[in-house]
C-alpha cells in the first residue's frame, strides 16, 4: 500500500501518474479539508472533489476545477440577482455538493460520502478525508485582516501578502476513520506535490497525523511542488517567503525535514541537492513535470524505488 498525503491539483495529477504503475486498489490518498466552505448552504470539498474528478477522468481542464463540459446557467441567473457568484460552481458541479450536503444531513460522514461520489463517479482509488471534524485554514494579511482560505486564493486570487496562517480547529481534530491505519500500513508515504504550508500543513496539524510520519520518517518520500523556485500554480512559492522561509528546494526541505527522509526535486533545482542533504533528507533530482513522460516516469521511479 502507498499512502498519499494529498492537496488538489498536485496531488490530483501524482495520483493519476502513480495509477499506472501501482494497483489502484494499492493507493490510499489523505486528503486535505482545510479548504473547505459551506457556501449557498452547499458543503464544498475542493481538493477532495478536485482529485475525485481527476482520478475519475471527468475534471474541468478549461478551469482546473469542476467537471468537464460545464455549464453556468445557476452561477449566471444567481449573478442576475445580485447573489454571491464569486465562487463558481458550475451546473454539474453543484449536484455533487447538494448530494453530499443532504449525505451530510441524513447523518452520513463525510468519509462515507466521499466513498459514495467515488464510486458513483468511478475514481478507482480509496480517498479519506484527514480528518471529519471542522478544520479551516485562515490566512492573516496586515492589509486585509483574516481571510478564509477560498476568500484568499479566489476572492483575492491569492494577491495578498500573507502575514500568518492558521488550521482553525486542527489541534483538537481527529483524523478521520482509516487515516492512522493507512499510514501506519503503508510501504511508503508519500507528500504529494502540494502546497507546502496550506495543502500539506493543515493535513499533519491533525492531532496524531504528523506523529506517525516523524517516527516512519524513513518510508516518507516528500516531492517539491517547486521548478526552478517557483510554483507551476498557485502561492505555494510566494507563501514560503513570506511566512519566513524560502522559495527553493531547501525551502521546501526545512518544512519537511522532520517528516519525510527523502525530498524528490526537480533537475531544475539540482544544485541544491547539497543544501537539502545537509538538512538531513536524502535528494533525488529528476523531472517533476508529471504531465511529461520523464517527469511522470522520474517522480514514479522515486516513490517507488530505493
Ligand atoms: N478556483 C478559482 O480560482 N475560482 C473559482 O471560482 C473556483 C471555484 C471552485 C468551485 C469548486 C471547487 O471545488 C473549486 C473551485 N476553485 C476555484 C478551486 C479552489 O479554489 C481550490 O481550492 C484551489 O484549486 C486550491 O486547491
Redesign the pocket.
Known sequence: MITVLC???GAARLLDVLRRTVEPSELVGIVNTG?DLVLHGLR?C??L??ITYTLSGLNNEVT???LAGETWRVMDELGALGGHDW???GDR?LATHMYRTQRLSDGATLSEVTAELGARLGCPIRLLPATEDPVATVLRSDSLGELSF?EY??GHRHAVEVSGVEFRGASTARPAPGVLEALEAAERIVIAPSNPVVSIGPILAVAGIRAVLERRRDDVVAISPLIGGRALK?PADRLLVELGGEASAAGVAAQYASVAGTLVIDAADAEQAPEVERLGMACEVTSTMLSEPAGAAGVTQAVLGG
Do not use: A, C
Open positions: 492537496g488538489g491539483v479548504d464544498i475542493p481538493d472533489d478536485t482546473g476545477w469542476g465562487f463558481r460552481l458541479d477560498q486564493f479566489v498557485g
